[in-house]
C-alpha cells in the first residue's frame, strides 16, 4: 500500500537534527534555568545577526510578538491599523488586542499580498500603521508599500510568521534585505509548522529600533526593569529556554531548508504546466521560501477530496477570510475584498516541506493534475 503525504510534517524537521536537539534540551535541564536564559539571550543574537537585524526579542508565539510590536511603537485605542483580509486571523487578533482597529484591505490576485493600490481607499485621519503580511513566504510589495507609508508618516509593521529567510530587493536597493528589517518593527512565529519552528510556540519581535527594543523587552515581562517593579503596565509573555534551544539547532538549517523548499516548488511548477491549475507567481525582487505552495484551481473542494482518496493531504490557508468570520463581521461592511472573496473558494495548499522529497512531489503532481481532468 503507498504511504499517504501529509500536508505538512514537522516531526520530519525534528528526526533529522534529533542528536543535536537532544543535546540541546539536556543542555537546559543541566542548567536548572527555564525561561530568559542563556539559550534565549544567544537565539536573540543569532537570529538577528542571520536576518541582519540590530535587535531580536523572543515571546511567547508570534501573535504576541505582533501585538507587542505595535504596542511598544506607540500604536493603540484611537489609531487604525491596516491590513489583509486574506491571513491568519492572529494578525487581526493582535491588532485588536493592542487596542488598535483593524481596516481590512484587498490582496494581490497573484502574490496574494497586501495590494498597495488599495491602500489610499482605506486611509483616514486615523490611520497610524500599516501591516503587511508576507504570506505563503512571499514577501509583500515593500517598495510600493513602504513609499506609501514615509508619503503618509505611517508605521510599518511587518508580520513575518510565514517567511523567516523571505528577501526582496527595495528599489535602487543593491543588495537583498530579509522581511523583518524593512520597517519599524516585524513580528516572527515559531509555531512548529514554520520554516524555523520550536517544540511548540513561540514568536519574536525584530527591529533595528532600540527604543521600541527596549519597549518590547518591559513589555514581555510586566514592564519589570528590575524584579517585582512594574515601570509600565506589561504582559507575561516570554519565550522558554527550552523553545530557544530548539531554535537555535534549527535555525542553522534554516537556509538549506529553504532552498529545499524552492527546488520542490520549481518541481511543482514544471510538474503542473499546462494544467488548469494557477501556480505560485515568483517575482525577480523577491525570495519566496514556500512555507506553503499554495495553487488556484476551480471546483476546489472535488479536486481535494480527490487528493484525499490518493493519499495526498492538503490544507486550505485560509478558508474563512477575517472579514467573513463571526468575530470580525463588522470589519468588513464597507472593505471591497473582491480578490480575497474569491480566492478563499479556490485556494489549496498542496504537501510541502523539506523532507517531501522529489517523488512524493511528483506523485503528489501527478494526483492532482489527475484530478483536475476528473473535475473539469
Request: hydrophobic share 45%; charged share 15%.
Amino acid at each position: 500500500m503507498t504511504a499517504a503525504i501529509p500536508q505538512t510534517d514537522p516531526h520530519a524537521a525534528y528526526l533529522s537534527c534529533q542528536p543535536e536537539l537532544d543535546a540541546a534540551i539536556h543542555r537546559v535541564l543541566e542548567r536548572g534555568r527555564y525561561i530568559l536564559g542563556e539559550e534565549v539571550q544567544a537565539f536573540e543574537a543569532e537570529f538577528a545577526a542571520y536576518l541582519g537585524a540590530q535587535h531580536a526579542i523572543g515571546v511567547a508565539s508570534g501573535t504576541d510578538a505582533l501585538h507587542l510590536a505595535l504596542r511598544a511603537c506607540g500604536v493603540g485605542a484611537d489609531d487604525e491599523v491596516i491590513t489583509v483580509a486574506h491571513t491568519a486571523v492572529a494578525t487581526v487578533a493582535a491588532i485588536a488586542q493592542a487596542g488598535a482597529t483593524p481596516v481590512l484591505v484587498d490582496v494581490d490576485p497573484h502574490t496574494f499580498t497586501l495590494a498597495p493600490a488599495a491602500l489610499a481607499g482605506a486611509l483616514t485621519p486615523r490611520t497610524r500603521a500599516i501591516v503587511p503580511v508576507h504570506l505563503y513566504g512571499q514577501p509583500a510589495d515593500m517598495t510600493a508599500l513602504l513609499a506609501f507609508a514615509r508619503a503618509h508618516h505611517l508605521l510599518v509593521i511587518e508580520d513575518c510568521a510565514q517567511a523567516h529567510g523571505a528577501a526582496c530587493r527595495p528599489a535602487a536597493a543593491a543588495a537583498w534585505q530579509k522581511v523583518g528589517t524593512l520597517g519599524d518593527a516585524a513580528a516572527f512565529s515559531f509555531y512548529p509548522t514554520k520554516n524555523l519552528g520550536a517544540f511548540g510556540d513561540g514568536g519574536c519581535v525584530v527591529t533595528n529600533q532600540t527604543a521600541v527594543a527596549e519597549q518590547v523587552r518591559l513589555l514581555r515581562e510586566y514592564g519589570w526593569r528590575e524584579r517585582y517593579v512594574s515601570s509600565v503596565p506589561g504582559w507575561n509573555s516570554r519565550l522558554d529556554e527550552i523553545q530557544a534551544a530548539v531554535l537555535r539547532v534549527q535555525l542553522r538549517s534554516l537556509d538549506r531548508g529553504n532552498d529545499a523548499r524552492r527546488t520542490l516548488a520549481t518541481l511543482y511548477d514544471r510538474a503542473l504546466a499546462g494544467a488548469a491549475i494557477i501556480t505560485p507567481l515568483q517575482l525577480p525582487d523577491r525570495h519566496h521560501v514556500f512555507h506553503q505552495y499554495v495553487v488556484r484551481l476551480k471546483a476546489r473542494d472535488r479536486v481535494r477530496a480527490a487528493l484525499a482518496q490518493a493519499g495526498v493531504g492538503t490544507g486550505i490557508h485560509y478558508p474563512v477570510p477575517v472579514h467573513r468570520q463571526p468575530a470580525y463581521r463588522t470589519l468588513g461592511q464597507n472593505a471591497h475584498l473582491s480578490v480575497t472573496e474569491e480566492i478563499s473558494f479556490e485556494i489549496l495548499s498542496l504537501p510541502m516541506y523539506p523532507q517531501l522529497g522529489s517523488a512524493a512531489a511528483g506523485r503528489v503532481a501527478q494526483a492532482l493534475r489527475q484530478a483536475v481532468v476528473d473535475s473539469g
